[in-house]
């Protein structure tokens, strides 16, 4: 048998689908031999960054643990413990006078936001005739609210007209401008020295009062006119 010749007006198709199809494997053929190359040039340099970390281990591994030696992990105590550097706290009183508060520290006590644990906190208070009365210890518990400050151990009062206190454990309060202990109280001054199983300062240092058994010792007045 014989192929069928086409008729007249047809147009062959063999020819074409058999260009088309050599064009195909020819775009197939240049997509492989880029890849071949790619992979040629690509793999070397992963297995060569391979066994570069694989002998560089040792280092790296030492330094990760120098690493963490020198950034050690944070205790959820310490994340908690909501600590202050130097603060200061300040305010006006009831008669609008100004009084500020210092320490070398500050805590924030996380079950209760209106306790400030404080490590050596000075309070500065102005009096009525623009005097200075300052209040020193060794730890302290202030109450931002308030204006409380109850403090401890080596309590320190001063006042710039030549007095000063020495007790174990006073309260301030600073927007009424009194402190009072009842602690032994032993102060000294121009006039003597005065000694108190408790104290009580009034009226922001003006009046001072030594409660309990109390002791004063007067300066020997002199003769001679100064």
């Given at each position: 048998?014989?192929?069928?010749?086409?008729?007249?007006?047809?147009?062959?198709?063999?020819?074409?689908?058999?260009?088309?199809?050599?064009?195909?494997?020819?775009?197939?053929?240049?997509r492989?031999?880029?890849?071949?190359?790619?992979?040629?040039?690509v793999?070397?340099?992963?297995?060569?960054?391979?066994?570069?970390?694989?002998?560089?281990?040792?280092?790296?591994?030492?330094?990760?643990?120098?690493?963490?030696?020198?950034?050690?992990?944070?205790?959820?105590?310490?994340?908690?413990?909501?600590?202050?550097?130097?603060?200061?706290?300040?305010?006006?009183?009831?008669?609008?006078?100004?009084?500020?508060?210092?320490?070398?520290?500050?805590?924030?006590?996380?079950?209760?936001?209106?306790?400030?644990?404080?490590?050596?906190?000075k309070?500065?208070?102005?009096?009525?005739?623009?005097?200075?009365?300052?209040?020193?210890?060794?730890?302290?518990?202030?109450?931002p609210?308030?204006?409380?400050?109850?403090?401890?151990?080596?309590?320190?009062m001063?006042?710039?007209?030549?007095?000063?206190?020495?007790?174990?454990?006073?309260?301030?309060?600073?927007?009424?401008?009194?402190?009072?202990?009842?602690?032994?109280?032993?102060?000294?001054?121009?006039?003597?020295?005065?000694?108190?199983?408790?104290?009580?300062?009034?009226?922001?240092?003006?009046?001072?009062?030594?409660?309990?058994?109390?002791?004063?010792?007067?300066?020997?007045?002199?003769?001679?006119?100064?």
């Amino acid at each position: 048998m014989t192929d069928p010749q086409p008729t007249a007006g047809e147009t062959p198709t063999i020819g074409l689908g058999a260009r088309r199809s050599s064009g195909q494997i020819q775009r197939h053929a240049i997509r492989y031999s880029r890849f071949v190359g790619w992979a040629k040039l690509v793999l070397p340099l992963g297995a060569g960054g391979l066994l570069l970390a694989l002998a560089a281990w040792p280092y790296l591994s030492s330094g990760f643990d120098r690493l963490r030696l020198v950034f050690p992990k944070l205790d959820q105590a310490q994340v908690r413990d909501l600590r202050m550097v130097n603060p200061r706290f300040g305010g006006v009183d009831k008669e609008k006078r100004p009084f500020t508060l210092t320490a070398d520290t500050a805590r924030q006590n996380p079950e209760n936001n209106d306790l400030v644990g404080l490590e050596v906190p000075k309070a500065d208070i102005m009096t009525k005739e623009g005097a200075w009365v300052v209040v020193t210890s060794k730890t302290g518990i202030y109450q931002p609210d308030s204006h409380f400050l109850d403090m401890f151990g080596d309590v320190t009062m001063f006042h710039d007209k030549g007095y000063q206190f020495h007790t174990a454990q006073a309260r301030v309060d600073l927007d009424a401008g009194t402190a009072e202990g009842d602690q032994p109280t032993d102060g000294v001054g121009p006039a003597g020295t005065i000694n108190g199983e408790g104290f009580r300062i009034l009226k922001k240092g003006e009046t001072v009062l030594f409660t309990g058994k109390s002791k004063l010792v007067m300066n020997a007045a002199t003769s001679e006119a100064k």
